[in-house]
Structure formats: structure tokens, C-alpha cells
């Protein structure tokens, strides 16, 4: 199950907030939303929006930079979902758009997430998530 939800062939959505050099244009938010080439080909379009209020406060907790969420630029706080999973896929397609990313968090795995689980946690899944996780491969 685990190589499966792994493998950039099923397409299993996973979900980031990103923190960012600068602001995040619309003509760079939309070449995420098209695809974007990078060095091994290009990839599938993403789902990319900055965020703002409380989305912006819950990201900047999530990703924890040291400087607690007061010391975040929210204009620098992006989601952006990616379906193939190829190596540092959201870095480097962050970083070709001309916004390296300072700190990154995965919020989600396909139908999975996060939460509230503290940082360096874990859980069992539950019976019904598992059978959620199968399903998203076969999808």
C-alpha cells in the first residue's frame, strides 16, 4: 500500500503549504496551475493559491519556522497540491516560477490529514482510513 501511494503513477493528491521568497504573482500562480518544465519533464498541473486570514495563521503554525506565526509574511504562504510525487516536486516547482521555498509542510496525503498531530507523532490508522488510502490508488 505504502509503494503505491508513493508512486508518481497513481496520481494520489498530496497537499503542502509552502513558505516563500516574496509574494507569489497570479501570472506565477498560474503557471503552477498549468505545469510547469522542470528538468525531468513537466509536470501535471497543480492546484496553487496564496493564502490569507485564517488559512495564512493555520499554515503558519503548521510549518512551525522558529519564528512562531507572528514573525510569517502571510503574503508568503501558499497551498498548492500536487498529484505525481516526484522527488522535491513542490521545491523545485516553486523554485522554477522564481519562488524558492524557505519552509515547506505536507498538510495532507490523498484522502488523509494531517490535523492536529503534533510535530514528530504518529497514530494508527484507523480501519475505515485504510480502506480510504486503497482507494485513492485505484482511482
Do not use: C
Amino acid at each position: 500500500l505504502g509503494n503505491a501511494l508513493l508512486h508518481p503513477r497513481r496520481h494520489v493528491e498530496k497537499r503542502y503549504f509552502a513558505l516563500v521568497e516574496g509574494t507569489p504573482d497570479a501570472k506565477a500562480l498560474e503557471r503552477l496551475r498549468r505545469g510547469v518544465a522542470l528538468s525531468d519533464g513537466m509536470t501535471l498541473p497543480a492546484r496553487a493559491e496564496l493564502l490569507r486570514g485564517g488559512d495564512a495563521q493555520k499554515a503558519a503554525r503548521a510549518i512551525g519556522t522558529g519564528k512562531g506565526a507572528g514573525g510569517i509574511n502571510a503574503s508568503q504562504l501558499a497551498n498548492a497540491a500536487v498529484r505525481e510525487g516526484r522527488k522535491r516536486e513542490v521545491r523545485r516547482m516553486l523554485e522554477a516560477v522564481g519562488y524558492p521555498v524557505i519552509a515547506l509542510h505536507r498538510s495532507s496525503f490523498g484522502p488523509l490529514e494531517l490535523g492536529n498531530l503534533p510535530r514528530g507523532s504518529w497514530r494508527e490508522l484507523a480501519d475505515v482510513e485504510v480502506g480510504e488510502l486503497k482507494a485513492a490508488i485505484q482511482s
